[in-house]
């Protein structure tokens, strides 16, 4: 079945070591976004590709940086995991066009001890 | 930049009894409004939406209506299951960009 993936689902990392989350997709869809989402909170966008065009939000932090080496990868570093990067991290996918539903991934949980 | 506002942020229900959640947005150029459904530790899954040019859609226990003068859209749910609770978020896209902006969120409790 045509998908979106994402790996691990569940990543532990030590405050300030680097980890890289992974996003795979089946779809071909040429958009390609990261969310963070908290508990209790709507996905928050941290920036997207469009085809190989980044996207950043203004807001999202220096420390994350995205990568998206072909159409179905697309990868999250987090450069320097803080307490407060502790989160659900979503990929989604779709064609692009507004109209177009997005495709969400399982996520990776990911904890900062 | 489009801002979404969704309420209520929690609603709890008796099964069988019909739920209503409902979004206002800024920018009047929005003409996309989806609606997803996240079940705990689980993703977003889209399970209605609507185009501007149309002021309802249905899908057997699911309704969205829309008032563009109004500027608001709204999730209508009849006869409730337990299966029904979860997170409902509405969205809609940013004029000009390749991007949706989301509500806060309506966490629906149906009691059996």
């Known amino acids: 079945d045509a998908m979106v993936i994402q790996n691990p689902r569940y990543q532990v990392t030590q405050f300030g070591k680097p980890v890289t989350l992974s996003c795979s997709q089946t779809?071909?869809?040429?958009?390609m976004y990261w969310y963070q989402q908290k508990s209790s909170q709507a996905p928050k966008l941290l920036f997207h590709?469009?085809?190989?065009?980044?996207?950043n939000e203004a807001d999202t932090p220096d420390n994350f940086q995205s990568r998206r080496p072909n159409t179905s990868f697309c990868f999250l570093d987090i450069r320097s995991p803080g307490l407060g990067d502790a989160a659900m991290y979503l990929c989604?996918?779709?064609?692009?066009?507004?109209?177009?539903?997005?495709?969400f991934g399982p996520g990776t949980r990911l904890t900062v001890l | 930049g489009e801002n979404v506002e969704q309420h209520p942020s929690t609603l709890s229900v008796q099964e069988g009894d019909s739920a209503v959640i409902k979004c206002t947005y800024s920018?009047?150029?929005?003409?996309?409004f989806p609606w997803y459904k996240q079940e705990l530790g689980k993703r977003p899954q889209l399970i209605i939406d609507?185009?501007?040019?149309?002021g309802e859609k249905k899908d057997q226990r699911i309704a969205v209506t829309l008032n563009k003068t109004a500027k608001h859209f709204s999730l209508h749910i009849t006869e409730t299951q337990p299966e029904d609770s979860a997170v409902y978020f509405c969205a809609a896209p940013l004029r000009g960009y390749q991007k949706v902006t989301f509500g806060t969120g309506t966490k629906l409790q149906v009691i059996p």
């Open positions: 920018d009047s150029a929005s003409n996309y």
């Open positions: 989604a996918t779709n064609l692009a066009g507004v109209y177009n539903e997005q495709f």
């Open positions: 609507i185009r501007s040019n149309v």
């Open positions: 590709y469009y085809d190989k065009d980044f996207n």
């Open positions: 779809l071909n869809h040429n958009v």
